[in-house]
């Protein structure tokens, strides 16, 4: 929502989603009900029931739009540093370090859903699972892109650093051992550009 757009003037569906992926986030997707989000997002339940047929169906539709502004990412390192995955690798490692190190972080809100939503057969889990591998092939494409011998194991190095760092800052806190995910992902890094 741009800041001086009117609550009023945005659709209902978008207020909706926006209301819930920020209560899921800090509250946890079991502890919020429908009410609680029909009441951030300035409605009532009978228009969140007319957009969601289900909380269920709510959650994997905030995961979806969370998982394309994820994807983004890949794009705008491109478009940053046009022909050199080498600079983009590393700007992926200082985009990640700033999720790392954000005081507001609750972790990553996709594992957090995946460990709160464990039946394989919730509509979000699909959702979770896509976009964790996609995640994975475009890191593996990007180390690739950047002439690494391996780059599915730096990948899926960088990749559970980075999952086990956002899990760590819940646990320890930011100044625990997560504090360290810059220095151990260039030592990865710098060990594969040998």
Request: with cysteine; hydrophobic share 40%; charged share 25%.
């Amino acid at each position: 929502m741009a800041r001086n757009e009117s609550p009023d003037r945005i659709p209902p569906r978008d207020r909706i989603v926006a209301a819930a992926r920020e209560l899921f986030y800090r509250q946890g997707i079991r502890a919020v009900g429908v009410d609680a989000i029909a009441e951030a997002a300035g409605t009532n339940k009978m228009t969140l029931y007319r957009h969601f047929a289900s909380k269920d169906e709510l959650v994997a539709e905030c995961l979806r739009r969370l998982s394309v502004e994820k994807n983004e990412v890949w794009a705008r390192l491109e478009a940053e540093h046009p022909g050199d995955p080498r600079a983009q690798l590393q700007a992926w490692l200082r985009e990640a370090a700033g999720n790392v190190s954000d005081p507001r972080s609750r972790g990553c809100a996709l594992a957090n859903a995946a460990v709160e939503l464990p039946e394989k057969d919730h509509p979000a889990r699909q959702v979770i699972e896509q976009c964790k591998q996609t995640t994975r092939e475009n890191l593996v494409a990007l180390c690739r892109r950047a002439g690494v011998a391996r780059p599915e194991l730096l990948a899926d190095q960088l990749f559970m650093l980075l999952e086990g760092a956002l899990v760590c800052t819940q646990s320890t806190g930011h100044a625990g051992p997560a504090c360290q995910f810059v220095t151990a992902g260039q030592a990865i890094i710098d060990a594969h550009l040998r």
